[in-house]
Structures are given as structure tokens and as C-alpha cells.
């Protein structure tokens, strides 16, 4: 059997296609070892609040740290937890599916407000909708691979590692990733669709957080 294999930094409780990818491989691998990008979706992402998106957004330390890797990225006012939690239960208070996820959101909250560490943060999110989810993919993090200074070498290197021979990317990478330097070493790579079929992903313009899906429709209602 050919095992295969997606490789994303980690956000911060992601929309649903993130986790479309995740349930379509044989291992996940968190790629928390490359640069952190401010207000990129690493640390930020969308809920609904009334009819339109709106931001929430985790605060970094920056600075004096430029070239910083994800896993070091630091939060640098904690309250953040607190006043996110409110406004995502003052928002989805009258959801249909509020009373059966909310208590463990704000669970959630109340671990992530004692983490100082970005990545802890959005490992703590995805071990939790990946359970609403029922996605049971492996999870390992890139720092237990080779870390090749070319983006796409590195790549290469994980996957070779891990035994791997398809790697799945996300369409926005067809922009820089050349699949022939892959199958030169006999790794297929293939572009996940987000559109069509049972998992469309195109409810609306504007993708929003997988929490916004769960608390409008519930987790069974996530691949349809």
C-alpha cells in the first residue's frame, strides 16, 4: 500500500479544508520549523459575527525577532484566550449546536490560556475539532524529520523519511512546487480539490473557522 502524506504549518483553528487534508493522508506532519509570518493564519483566523467574517486574532511577540520559527513564537498578552472565548460565545450563543460544543470550547480556552507557545495553542484547537471530526490520521511534528534549507527539498526530505510516496498539497502550492524534482526520487504528488462532490468546501465566499461550521451545523454536517 502506497502511504501518503500532507505537510502544512499549523493555524489557529483552521477552516474545514485543513482538515479535508488532514483525513486524506496516512500522516500529518506539522511543518512548525519554517518562519513565522505575522497575522498570517498562523495565528490568526475568521468567525462569523452577524453576516459578516471578522478576525481573531492571536498576539505575537515580534519584537527583536525577526526570522523567528513558528514552534518559538511566543504569545505576548494573555488575556487573549478570555476575550476570545467571549466573543465567540456572545456570537454563537444561539447557534443550533452551541449547548453540545460550547463547554468544550471553552475548556479549550481556559488549557490554551495557560500556553505560551503558538504552537501548543494550535495543536491544542486541532486535537479538538479533529475529534468533532473523527479524524484519526497520525500527527508528527517536522522537527522530528530532516530540515533541508530549500522549501521544497525539505519537503522531499520528510517524505523520503517517512516512508512516504504520495505527498498531498493544498492548490496554492502548484505555484512554486515543481512535482518532477519529487518524482525524480519516486514520490507522486498530488493537488487536493477543495470543490465538488460530498466535500465541498464552498459554502461561502470567505472560508471561515471550522468552529463557525461546528457550532452552525454540527461536525456531521462537516463533509457535506
Not at 484519526?136 to 530532516?146: F, G, K, L
Not at 459554502?203 to 451545523?217: G, H, T
Amino acid at each position: 500500500m502506497t502511504k501518503s502524506i500532507a505537510i502544512l504549518q499549523s493555524d489557529y483553528i483552521p477552516w474545514r479544508g485543513y482538515f479535508d487534508l488532514m483525513r486524506s493522508v496516512d500522516e500529518f506532519v506539522i511543518l512548525d520549523s519554517v518562519q513565522f509570518t505575522k497575522n498570517d493564519w498562523r495565528n490568526r483566523n475568521r468567525i462569523r459575527i452577524g453576516n459578516s467574517p471578522a478576525w481573531l486574532t492571536i498576539p505575537i511577540r515580534t519584537a527583536g525577532r525577526f526570522g523567528q520559527k513558528i514552534a518559538e513564537a511566543e504569545v505576548c498578552d494573555s488575556g487573549w484566550a478570555r476575550r476570545h472565548w467571549r466573543t465567540i460565545s456572545q456570537q454563537y450563543a444561539r447557534a443550533p449546536y452551541f449547548r453540545r460544543y460550547g463547554e468544550e470550547i471553552e475548556a479549550a480556552y481556559g488549557r490554551a490560556a495557560g500556553e505560551t507557545r503558538l504552537s501548543s495553542i494550535n495543536r491544542l484547537f486541532l486535537d479538538l475539532a479533529r475529534g468533532w471530526l473523527r479524524i484519526e490520521t497520525p500527527i508528527a511534528s517536522s522537527e522530528s524529520y530532516p530540515c533541508e534549507p530549500d522549501r521544497v527539498e525539505r519537503l522531499i526530505a520528510i517524505c523520503r523519511a517517512a516512508g512516504a510516496r504520495r505527498y498531498l498539497s493544498g492548490p496554492a502550492a502548484r505555484a512554486y512546487l515543481d512535482p518532477r524534482r519529487f518524482e525524480a526520487v519516486g514520490i507522486q504528488v498530488r493537488f487536493h480539490d477543495y470543490s465538488g462532490g460530498s466535500t465541498s468546501l464552498n459554502d461561502c465566499e470567505i472560508p471561515l473557522s471550522i468552529v463557525d461550521r461546528v457550532l452552525q451545523r454540527g461536525a456531521e454536517s462537516a463533509w457535506q
